[in-house]
């Protein structure tokens, strides 16, 4: 794991929603649409939120949503160009933002040069290896069947197992840490076999050593996928889901087994870590009750991880995921110019994520902390963090009752964020939260 990571807070967007761009690429392209550079605008904003990275979605040349591919070397002229590129680069390193870009590996568009060949040659094509090909289906539309990525016909699966295939894809990667990117996050993830990934990992590292590696796995053995992958990190869905799902059911039972579990994931890497995302409902339109959103938060800040903060959240965005086309559309909105033109309504959780965020970089070794539990009912539940060359570290106290909660702590401790406390600092009202810091 690369050194800076360990210190790295993450803001996440996804380029072409938020600049504005159109969902398609016109055709014939046309010149580059230069919007870009709308991002240099808000790396303040970044930075005052107290985050020091930059995670981007897709921005390579695409036929829609980024995700489909067509040229991997190219910024999408939606976007703008090379230049645009290289000067959001520059801005970056001269605030000490670092880059994460977003890399689809697993599919492609159709309109990606090597299927574009297949669908004139066919089987006859010097690329049909690329492919999962079926020449046989011949009553299907193209004449032949493909593999395709969760039934969307767009996306066409690449073929892991081709050589070709893993040298375009190092050459990619390497391409554009050469231009300044610091990392990969690796879209799918889980649908590629590891040996590919560790293949190509493997050949990257060894003139890029301190680039990082991301995958997104949203099931499976973690600490394996890591392990056999040689990746850095892979997405926490399973603490994602269960911070609002036991905060929604009252059951904080839940939590703490999950808890358990990412005690056990951080013995052997630190996974990224977040409570939303561009592919799931907003954090603000997930939870059921409003006076919870500090908790999930809190949460987030004070668990061992990389956390990110999906663009938005900070201001209460709200928007719920669909599964149908354009499903995406609530959670993905165009962002204005400025942060200036940012409305008032979500300055209030902008405040508590710099708060939190604070507090994590006053506290940093909560990256590769342990969490412990201390007291746990359905509706209240706290937990201690612990440094990792031991105590003292802090507690975070939950209360999702009516009523108020007094948690019983063993040592005298100093409060830091959340509710008001009382004279001991472990009363936390109903609804309320608290971080307290144990005093030695």
């Not at 050194?3 to 072409?16: E, G, K």
């Not at 395709?148 to 990667?173: I, K, S």
């Not at 269960?242 to 999950?258: G, K, P």
């Not at 746990?376 to 009523?403: I, K, Q, R």
Request: with cysteine; proline share 7%; glycine share 10%.
């Amino acid at each position: 794991m690369s050194a800076w990571s360990d210190h790295v807070i993450w803001w996440q967007l996804h380029p072409l929603s938020f600049t504005g761009a159109p969902g398609q690429l016109p055709a014939p392209p046309g010149p580059p649409a230069h919007r870009l550079p709308k991002l240099r605008d808000w790396l303040g904003y970044l930075i005052e939120l107290g985050a020091n990275g930059l995670l981007l979605g897709p921005v390579f040349e695409s036929g829609t949503h980024g995700y489909d591919t067509i040229d991997h070397l190219r910024i999408d002229p939606r976007l703008g160009d090379e230049a645009d590129w290289d000067d959001l680069v520059a801005a970056c390193r001269e605030r000490g933002v670092k880059i994460l870009l977003d890399g689809v590996f697993n599919h492609v568009g159709r309109d990606f040069p090597q299927f574009r060949d297949v669908l004139e040659h066919r089987g006859a094509s010097e690329y049909a290896d690329w492919f999962h090909l079926d020449l046989t289906a011949t009553d299907a539309p193209d004449g032949f069947g493909y593999r395709d990525f969760e039934g969307h016909g767009g996306l066409v699966a690449l073929n892991h197992d081709n050589p070709a295939v893993r040298r375009y894809t190092a050459g990619v990667m390497r391409h554009w840490l050469d231009r300044g990117a610091d990392g990969w996050r690796l879209d799918a993830a889980y649908q590629v076999p590891p040996a590919f990934w560790a293949e190509v990992v493997g050949e990257v590292r060894a003139t890029h050593p301190d680039a990082w590696f991301l995958g997104e796995v949203i099931h499976g053995d973690y600490r394996e996928v890591v392990r056999e992958a040689g990746l850095d990190s892979v997405t926490q869905y399973e603490l994602w889901k269960s911070v609002w799902s036991s905060l929604n059911d009252a059951n904080f039972w839940e939590l703490d087994w999950t808890l358990t579990r990412h005690n056990e994931l951080t013995s052997g890497f630190v996974p990224q870590t977040f409570v939303g995302n561009h592919d799931v409902t907003r954090i603000a339109s997930r939870l059921d009750d409003p006076r919870h959103l500090g908790h999930a938060l809190a949460v987030l800040f004070t668990v061992a991880g990389v956390p990110s903060v999906y663009a938005g959240d900070e201001q209460a965005f709200r928007g719920v995921k669909y599964e149908r086309v354009d499903g995406d559309a609530e959670i993905r909105p165009a962002f204005p110019e400025s942060p200036h033109q940012l409305a008032d309504f979500g300055l209030p959780v902008y405040r508590l994520h710099q708060d939190l965020i604070g507090l994590r970089r006053r506290h940093p070794w909560l990256t590769r902390c342990v969490t412990r539990k201390v007291e746990l009912t359905n509706e209240t539940f706290a937990y201690e963090a612990v440094p990792p060359e031991g105590e003292p570290g802090l507690a975070v106290l939950l209360n999702v009752s009516d009523e108020p909660c007094g948690f019983g702590l063993d040592r005298p401790v100093k409060w830091l964020l959340g509710s008001a406390p009382d004279g001991s600092g472990t009363e936390v009202e109903g609804h309320g939260w608290a971080i307290v810091e144990f005093q030695a």
